[in-house]
């Protein structure tokens, strides 16, 4: 009898605020299913701008002064952005008056995802409400109306966003990865040891997952 490969065990650190990590794992998606890679993703909460105040920046602003950027570069930074993003199936929609959201409720609201078995499709639905829909993620209302979206309760939702109950989970899950080294993100690590850095398109991460399965089974943890 031939037996079932175990799966590949993938934790990606993200923020929701971050073009590359939607990119990123558009790309790793790709790669996943055109090698037909068992696995099972687990998302990871980092914040990008932990200090961003609660009714957040607008992104022309933050972006300057963060990064230093010019107009002319924040705009081709743009259209790189969408050209990746139409790569891979993701939409991005810029506009002068989009902004920077603080997202620590954002990741309370997926820790709780996680417990319900939606953080997957929760997480999706907010790399769309921020890069495609232009939503306000600063507004635990709106954050309550993706989460239904997803099937999620929306009632429920509003109340752990109202009463921070995972508040301390989340900090320490921040913390957890900061001091395994993490700096930035995208950051998927395959199988707890081989991180991966960044966006590294289709074809770098379908050579990373045939690379993963030629490894002797004895050199891969099990989940």
């Not at 963060?66 to 891979?88: L, P």
């Amino acid at each position: 009898m031939t037996s079932t490969p175990p799966k590949l065990q993938i934790d990606i650190v993200s923020d929701v605020m971050c073009p590359w990590c939607v990119i990123g794992y558009q790309q790793l998606a790709a790669a996943l299913e055109a090698t037909g890679t068992p696995h099972d993703i687990r998302w990871h909460p980092f914040e990008l701008n932990p200090n961003m105040p609660p009714e957040g920046q607008n992104i022309r602003e933050h972006v300057a002064e963060k990064y230093g950027s010019t107009k002319e570069q924040s705009e081709a930074s743009r259209v790189h952005m969408t050209q990746a993003g139409a790569e891979v199936g993701f939409e991005f929609r810029y506009s002068d008056d989009k902004r920077m959201h603080n997202t620590f409720n954002t990741h309370q609201l997926l820790h709780w995802a996680e417990t319900q078995g939606r953080m997957h499709e929760l997480k999706m639905a907010l790399f769309s409400a921020h890069f495609t829909h232009g939503r306000n993620l600063s507004d635990n209302a709106v954050l309550a109306d993706v989460a239904a979206k997803t099937g999620l309760d929306r009632a429920e939702a509003l109340a752990v966003l109202a009463d921070q109950r995972f508040a301390n989970e989340v900090r320490a899950a921040e913390h957890h990865w900061i001091n395994q080294g993490i700096q930035g993100v995208p950051a998927v690590v395959f199988n707890r040891r081989h991180l991966v850095s960044g966006a590294q398109g289709v074809e770098n991460f379908t050579s990373v997952l045939n690379q993963l399965a030629a490894m002797p089974k004895d050199a891969v943890p099990a989940s």
